[in-house]
């Protein structure tokens, strides 16, 4: 500091704490606007962000905030449904760093970790020796151990292995005043021995004992006896009959009490195998009235689901493939069995299946482990599919996990939906963990103005004094939070609230931890993310977002918070999140961003900012979060909107001219490819045209064909065949017409073979992808205008227009009906839009390709997984002969003009090396590389240059020029030989 300047509070403790601590300190407003909500209705800007890179440097972090006198909250996956991840604090996130395995005890089967590490994590690595975690909440690929024990958390797997709670053994916890310690049952000798050494832990367990005694009377009458009682904390773990486990008592305390520096956890053994039967019912009601007769045979998990939410998937298209697994019903309860073996685990489902004759409508058993994948892919998608109902208003949390005791479930869900339709909202789904009577639902409050607020209140108080008449819970599994902090004395009453408030002062007297949660809550509808004041600003756009109102910040508003985005286990989303581990690269943390930024309080530079800028930076706009997002965010549209409105009237970086504008540089460069080739590969030529167009010199150029496709399809003989299957339109995207026209003479063969009359268009015609992606939308959308001008005759008799490219065809299928809404020739083309797999399985569905011997592995594209599908092009291969593996490696990481871009090489290679290019280095050496992706081709020759990947139409033209086998010919070199 310098002059006069005094410093603020928030300034002297980042300064603070980056002299202190061994992490990262942000206390920019990009990373506060990232970081201010969860997955609930609250939204609380944070005072700043701690990223420790140990456990260590986050008690010193801790320590920093109390020399300050400011709160601290920590977070795990920021998936907590009832505000308890958001606060006016400091937040410690431990997702990035804090992720180590310490030890595994493989014959006990006990695990020390540390808060960070996700779930699905901890679990691959324990894979191989036999054991697991037993909870498994359905954000399973994002939560961590800590957040999971903040939450008490628990999931499908709960009905064998209990809550969170159960797991713990151990913990080590930081006090906010500095007290470390180990914490865990507390026997007679070892409590004396702590009150013997005195100090701050002396003080902690004396207190913790005169609670324990003094309640508990009360905690025994007023603790409801079931298996999912998540609200208030664990004093009954502090009784005697219970080892006064301290440990125990301070799970599911959100924040509000410690902090959790590491964790000791007992696992369980996984299942030598599974079967799922499922039920189908009448109604959800008789589900429910089933569910005691069906735990008599003690399933390992028991979940059940409504007809609504089956209508809601199928309406969103999610987990299609499950949904049409699902016996004949209108509610379906979803019963696993485990055994040593498939044969006695199908034994047990089947048992149970025959005893329960005429309880049930309709009932199958799954034991093939896709298909019951598939099916719970179909219950976790829950949130997703009740979150936005087509043609309804919007759906949130407010009253989604309440739990009652399993055998009144039935009156209890038949009270409930009477609650729902009196206060009109009664086309809320029901569904959850029957088993354990937990209910999830997403409501359609009205949460933006005044009266709908207090509609949302009145309803939560009935709610509450409903569970309790039957001695339930409030939350079952998701904690308190904010939502039902408040509502906690309907159900305890007021001497047990007390007692709560008693161990907050004991542990935290100052109110430092999480304040305003659990215990001297916050109301319940206050610190809304909406509001009766919620006015964001409506800027006015260039793409429709027809599913979002036509609003630019009902988009911006669409996350919920989920954090599937934040995985690692499989879909394309999302790489750069993959790649660098940080929050704002999420599809999550860049939706908070543009939230903030229409909101304007902390972001207020509006389409400006540089904060915003630099996380969609790093956004590849592989669409990936378009499909695999539950609510379907499309950040790759929300990143072209925003650049264009970012560089408006400004200067644009140098890639947006070199690769932005390259339809038209490769329409120059047909003039004298080869003379250009040479140029822009010589080595010091090479490095300046690089640097001059804001590419990463570690790049090589591709190189331009010696002849075009266009040129060379005008000078071919006219095909001798006749064409009885009619006309198509082959698209010559820049990619194939300007850099690999063999991949268009290939589908040309293909097509021609297939019995198609194939047309070109006469002039130069380009989708507007590399302007779209570089946010150039007016010039986008005048070369789409030209487009729809040229294809017009095709498009006037539906004549199929084949796109080889898949960002072309996305473009197309997606982009282009955004972008000119209402225009009739943008939404046929979309409609008229075909791969090479989908033509010929619509229009030649008896065409099959000549029989070839060998195995492929396949890069599938990530719009090809996002917008357009894959299974024909898959099924054409299978058809073929060839033993098809298609990748579940997500992003190549080159991603179009992302990988060429200066500063983007790092993160490029670092996306292609986390699973494709191991993928590739393991796979046979003879088997064939597909990737109908030029930018996956690219990536592919650049980083695995022993591979030569191909297009599906190469491959299925060899079997039309010269049917035979496949042999190797170098890896992935596709040879045809005569039988």
Partial sequence: MTGNHTPTLFEALAADLRAGV?????????????????????????????????????????????????????????????????????????????????????????????????????????????????PKPSTHVSCAIGGMIGNNSCGSSAQAYGKMVDSVRRMEVLTYDGLRMWVGPTDDDEYARIMGQGGRRAEIYRGLKDIADEYADDIRRKYPRIPRRVSGYNLDSLLGENGFDVGKALVGSESTLVTVLRAELSLVRIPGATALAVLGFGDVFCAADAVPAVLEHNPSALE??????????????????????????????????????????????????????????????????????????????????????????????????????????????????????????????????????????????????????????????????????????????????????????????????????????????????????????????ENLRYG????????????????????????????????????????????????????????????????????????????????????????????????????????ATYKAEFLFHHYRGRFRPMAHYSMGWIPLWARLAAVAPRTLNAVAHAPALSTLLKKAGGIDTQRELPRFADERFTAWFRQR??????APRGRVVLWPDTFVNNFEPDVGKAAVAVLEAAGFEVEVPNRTVCCGLTWISTGQLPTAKRVLRRTLATLKPALRTSTPVVVLEPSCAAVFRSDLPELLYGDEDAHRLADQTYTLGDLLAAKAPDWKPAALRGSAVVQQHCHQHAVLGYTHERELLGDAGLDVDV???????????????????????????????????????????????????????????????????????????????????????????DE
């Fill in 22 to 134: 061994d992490g990262e300190v942000r206390f920019d407003p990009g990373s506060r606007a990232t970081y201010s909500t969860d997955a609930s209705n609250y939204r609380q800007v944070p005072i700043g962000v701690v990223v420790p890179r140990t456990p260590e440097a986050a008690v010193d972090a801790v320590a920093a905030c109390r020399r300050h006198d400011v709160p601290v909250l920590s977070r795990g996956g920021g998936t907590s449904l009832a505000g308890q991840s958001c606060n006016a604090a400091v937040v410690i996130d431990w997702t990035k760093y804090c992720t180590r395995i310490q030890s595994v005890d493989t014959e006990a089967g006990v695990a020390v970790v540390e808060p960070g590490i996700k779930l699905d994590v901890l679990n691959d690595h324990l894979q191989s020796s036999g054991w697991m975690v037993g």
């Fill in 304 to 525: 059940g689901l409504d007809h609504r939410l089956v209508e809601l998937e199928h309406s969103r298209r999610l987990a299609e493939k499950a949904l049409r697994q699902l016996p004949d019903g209108k509610a379906w309860l979803m019963v696993q069995f485990d055994g040593d073996d498939q044969d006695e685990a199908d034994r047990k489902a089947k048992s149970m299946i025959d005893a329960l004759q005429g309880e049930y409508t309709d009932a199958t058993v799954i034991d093939d482990p896709k298909r019951k994948k598939e099916v719970w892919a179909a219950r976790e998608a829950g949130l997703g599919a009740t979150a936005y109902p087509p043609n309804e208003p919007e759906t949130h949390e407010g009253w989604e996990d309440a739990a009652v005791p399993p055998d009144r479930l039935g009156d209890y869900l038949r009270d409930f939906r009477r609650l729902l339709d009196r206060y009109d909202y009664g086309s809320a789904s029901l569904y959850g963990h029957f088993g354990q009577a937990c209910v999830h639902t997403r409501i359609p409050f009205v949460l933006r103005t005044a009266e709908g607020i207090a509609k949302y209140r009145s309803f939560a108080e009935e709610s509450a004094r409903l569970v309790v008449s039957y001695g339930g819970s409030l939350s079952g599994e998701h904690g308190d939070g904010q939502s039902r902090g408040e509502l906690l004395s309907i159900m305890f009453g007021e001497r047990i609230v007390g007692a709560f408030e008693r161990t907050k002062a004991l542990f935290d007297p100052d109110n430092r931890m999480n304040p305003g949660k659990v215990v001297h809550p916050y109301k319940l509808d």
């Fill in 532 to 635: 009766a004041g919620y006015r964001p600003a409506e800027p006015k756009v260039l793409f429709a977002y027809p599913d979002d109102d036509h609003r630019f910040s009902r988009a911006a508003a669409r996350c919920v918070g989920v954090g599937k985005c934040r995985g690692h286990e499989s879909g394309v989303m999302c790489p750069s999140y993959r790649a660098t581990g940080e929050e704002e690269h999420s599809t999550r943390g860049r939706a908070r961003l543009l939230f903030e930024m229409v909101q304007g309080d902390v972001i207020t530079d509006g389409w400006r900012s540089t904060e915003v800028h630099d996380a969609l930076d790093l956004c590849l706009a592989c669409k990936g979060c378009r499909s695999d997002c539950p609510v379907n965010v499309d950040m």
């Fill in 717 to 722: 003989p006219a095909a001798a065949a006749a």
């Fill in 887 to 977: 990748l579940d490696a997500g992003c190549c990481g080159l991603a179009g003009n992302f990988g060429f871009e200066k500063g983007h090489y790092d993160i490029s290679v670092a996306c292609a090396q986390d699973k494709l290019i191991p993928a590739l280095s393991g796979a046979d050496d003879d088997a064939l590389v597909l990737a109908d992706g030029f930018s996956c081709r690219t990536q592919i020759r650049g980083l695995a240059p022993d591979r030569r990947p191909m297009h599906v139409a190469q491959v299925l033209a060899q079997t039309v020029r010269a049917p035979g086998s496949l042999r190797g010919g170098g890896p992935g070199a596709a040879q045809i030989v």
